[in-house]
Antibody
Framework: EELVESGGGWVQSGGSLRLSCAAS????????MNWVRQAPGKGLEWVSY????????FYADSVKGRFTISRDNAKNSLYLQMNSLRVEDTAVYYC???????????????????WGQGTLVTVSS | DIQMTQSPSSLSASVGDRVTITCRAS??????LNWYQQKPGKAPKLLIY???TLQSGVPSRFSGSGSGTDFTLTISSLQPDDFATYYC??????????FGQGTKVDIK
């Protein structure tokens, strides 16, 4: 089970980047996925969530209206389109699989596992 | 939004020490509480989920407890490989799936 991010790099403030996360070793299409970021020297910040069928999507307030999460289950891939980038978006971006404990049709606790190795996004003013 | 507060923010300990890290939620999260370990330059790794369930492959010296608003991660006998930053996370009320600010464990 592996997740590999790509697409990070350097961009000027106001610019755009598209991150990708390639999944392998598990049935990608049945899992919800997340993006989490970590600014240099800082803690973890959850960014966005997408359900397995893309029917449910959530964003952190800090990126709402600027970032778009999507997925292509046929390609086992997760994406994060980042527009109107700001200096404060500078971070390592991780994708992480959302795992739940489910019984019958009801799901309970959930957690993130595994995580990708991360891709660095640097936004310069 | 639910806020997660970890204490201490950092601690120094010796190999063999018993280490306890606390995570407090601003409102009840039931047992929807996870713990992750992160080493410098690496991705976070899941240690414990649902407050007290040890992830497969994680050494048994790690344990988690608590429910509601107060949770604890305990390392029964600190090993050299355990020097890292530890994060709690709630997934009870989401979005957002909030993380604590982290606790850095370093060598005394």
């Amino acid at each position: 089970e592996e997740l590999v991010e790509s697409g990070g790099g350097w961009v000027q403030s106001g610019g755009s980047l598209r991150l990708s996360c390639a999944a392998s070793g598990f049935t990608f299409s049945i899992y919800s996925m997340n993006w989490v970021r970590q600014a240099p020297g800082k803690g973890l910040e959850w960014v966005s969530y997408i359900s397995s069928s893309s029917s449910i999507i959530f964003y952190a307030d800090s990126v709402k209206g600027r970032f778009t999460i999507s997925r292509d289950n046929a390609k086992n891939s997760l994406y994060l389109q980042m527009n109107s980038l700001r200096v404060e978006d500078t971070a390592v971006y991780y994708c992480a699989r959302d795992v739940s404990r489910c019984s019958s049709s009801t799901c309970y606790e959930n957690w993130f596992d595994p995580w990708g190795q991360g891709t660095l996004v640097t936004v310069s003013s | 939004d639910i806020q997660m507060t970890q204490s201490p923010s950092s601690l120094s300990a010796s190999v063999g020490d018993r280490v306890t890290i606390t995570c407090r939620a601003s409102q009840s999260v039931s047992n929807y509480l996870n713990w992750y370990q992160q080493k410098p330059g690496k991705a976070p790794k899941l240690l414990i989920y649902a407050a007290s369930t040890l992830q497969s492959g994680v050494p048994s010296r790690f344990s988690g407890s608590g429910s509601g608003t107060d949770f604890t991660l305990t390392i029964s006998s600190l090993q050299p490989d355990d020097f890292a930053t530890y994060y709690c996370q709630q997934t009870y009320s989401s979005p957002p799936r909030t993380f604590g600010q982290g606790t850095k464990v370093d060598i005394k």
